[in-house]
């Protein structure tokens, strides 16, 4: 059982296209991240978000504590983009310092 | 500012052979985590530590052995290789999770057991 889910596990855009990547989790949580993650590389927090809406650059996170759900947007997308998005949570009630991730979103922008 | 820094990047290894992998931070985080990364899967946690000499089981925790005798290092064992631990193993850190900090990961250390 996946805890955190993510839609969809993979998508092709084209450059300028508008992107959206969902998450839903289950449980309690007290944060909820957004991860970056290019091929052969290491990963990258983008946003933690526990509320609201936090913007940077052309990402954008959204988080509704009481759907369980979370989305990361890219406006204008670029070939640049192309990564695994991983969503992440930190939940009540699990063991100190533990992170439930998501399996990733693998996108990939064409010119 | 280097970060989260683990070495080596790649290793090849034979199976019952050991390693140890580093990973070394300089923001003076207590929170420091090892993660092994799989095809299909999320990132598990296999041991993690909440501060200098302290370590603690994660998910996946067999066949690993950790330490932590500098707050700026955690180390990650294998004692016995095995080929079940072909993986990409990530190191990462932060100050307490959840409370508005972000997490910091190392650029990936890449195993292979033969």
């Known amino acids: 059982k996946n805890e955190v889910e993510q839609s969809p596990q993979n998508l092709t855009a084209q450059e300028g296209e508008f992107i959206t990547i969902n998450c839903s989790y289950s449980?309690?949580?007290?944060?909820l991240h957004w991860l970056q993650q290019h091929p052969g590389g290491g990963i990258v927090s983008l946003f933690m978000?526990?509320?609201g809406k936090k913007k940077h650059g052309r990402l954008i996170a959204t988080i509704n504590i009481q759907e369980k759900h979370s989305s990361l947007h890219i406006t204008a997308s670029h070939p640049r983009d192309s990564a695994v998005y991983i969503c992440?949570?930190?939940?009540?009630?699990?063991?100190?310092?533990?992170?439930?991730f998501g399996k990733g979103t693998k996108l990939s922008v064409k010119p | 500012n280097a970060g989260v820094t683990q070495t080596p990047k790649f290793r090849v290894l034979k199976t019952g052979q050991s390693m140890t992998l580093l990973c070394a931070q300089d923001?003076?985080?207590?929170?420091m985590y090892w993660y092994r990364q799989d095809p299909g899967m999320g990132l598990r946690l296999i041991h993690y530590?909440?501060?200098?000499?302290?370590?603690a089981k994660g998910e996946v925790p067999d066949g690993y052995n950790v330490s932590r005798l500098k707050k700026q290092n955690f180390l990650l064992g294998l004692e016995s290789a095995a080929p079940s631990q072909t993986s990409v193993y990530f190191c990462?850190?932060?100050?307490?999770?959840?409370?508005?900090?972000?997490?910091?990961f190392g650029e990936g250390s890449w195993l292979t057991v033969v």
């Open positions: 990462a850190s932060s100050e307490l999770p959840g409370s508005g900090n972000t997490i910091y």
């Open positions: 449980v309690g949580i007290s944060a």
């Open positions: 978000l526990s509320s």
């Open positions: 992440a949570v930190s939940y009540y009630g699990g063991s100190q310092g533990n992170l439930i």
């Open positions: 923001m003076n985080h207590e929170y």
């Open positions: 530590s909440v501060g200098e000499g302290t370590t």
